[in-house]
């Protein structure tokens, strides 16, 4: 099956990969962490304002491949300090509807760039 890239114009790469990735009727959409896309640094405050960037940032890929957070199926959370989990449960609930796409959310020792968060999805093209 052929991949097809998902390209976002304020979507930034921290290495060699695409931010999604279209085969078939699902969207991988690969990890964000805050980084604002008008500088390309990491977002300044706490994990409130960084899951709100990562989800930002997710939200324009999606919309690159035409979709939206009702199509997300799945998503995966790494927080490099868990007590972080409440705030960041409560930011993720504003940008999903139930029924919520299935979650794992982990606990993680680093991420690039001293990130607090990051997150990545899987998204389900709908059927005409």
């Known amino acids: 099956m052929s991949r097809i890239p998902v390209i976002a114009p ?8 695409s931010p999604g990735i279209r085969t078939g009727d699902t969207v991988y ?3 964000q962490t805050p980084l604002d896309p008008a ?8 994990i409130d304002t960084q899951a709100h960037q990562c989800l930002r940032n997710l939200g324009a ?5 035409g979709l939206d957070f009702d199509d997300v199926v799945k998503c995966n959370v790494f ?3 868990m ?14 509807s139930e029924p919520y796409p ?5 606990g ?8 607090r968060i990051e997150i990545e999805m899987v998204a389900a093209v709908p059927r005409p």
């Open 10 to 17: 304020n979507a930034t790469a921290v290495g060699p990969y």
């Open 29 to 31: 959409l690969s990890g």
């Open 39 to 46: 500088t390309g640094r990491l977002v300044e405050g706490g």
């Open 61 to 65: 890929i999606l919309k690159s491949a």
């Open 79 to 81: 927080l490099t300090e």
């Open 83 to 96: 007590n972080d989990f409440a705030v960041m449960n409560r930011v993720y609930a504003g940008y999903f």
């Open 102 to 106: 299935a979650r794992t959310t982990i």
């Open 108 to 115: 993680v020792a680093a991420l690039p760039l001293g990130a």
